[in-house]
């Protein structure tokens, strides 16, 4: 059974920091990416930021890019992403995700390419 459990996130002024973790259980295959979206109220899912298990290769959404940060810790079976400048509109509920890299266009982004998901944690940057 694959379980992707999230946490990390609360709530932080404009300009902050906050690291998310994404634990992962379950999931067999060799060669997959891990991702993380973030959906805020009345908007649809958006890809953040996106891993490879092969060689590390990152991927980044251009709203996010230079700020955030994903990288994986295999020994923990964990992904992280740091968040670093924090904006108002950084503000929703983030999920991290996995799939094989069959299945992935890593450079897309795009939460149809993830069959498994977290519950999610909420993010919100507020003065």
């Known amino acids: 059974q694959v379980q992707l459990v999230e946490s990390g996130g609360g709530k932080v002024q404009p300009g902050g920091s906050l690291r998310l973790s994404c634990a992962v259980s379950?999931?067999?295959?060799?060669?997959?990416?891990v991702a993380w979206f973030r959906q805020a109220p009345g908007k649809e899912r958006e890809g953040v930021s996106c891993?490879?298990?092969?060689?590390?290769?990152?991927y980044y959404a251009d709203s996010v890019k230079g700020r955030f940060t994903i990288s994986r810790d295999d020994a923990k079976n964990t992904v992280y992403l740091q968040m670093n400048g924090l904006k108002p509109e950084d503000t929703a509920v983030y999920y991290c995700?996995?799939?094989?890299?069959?299945?992935?266009?890593?450079?897309?982004?795009?939460?149809?390419?993830?069959?498994?998901w977290g519950r999610g944690t909420q993010v919100t940057v507020s003065s």
């Open positions: 379950g999931f067999r295959a060799t060669y997959y990416a």
């Open positions: 891993i490879r298990s092969d060689d590390a290769s990152t």
């Open positions: 995700a996995i799939d094989t890299l069959e299945r992935v266009d890593v450079r897309r982004i795009s939460r149809h390419d993830f069959g498994f």
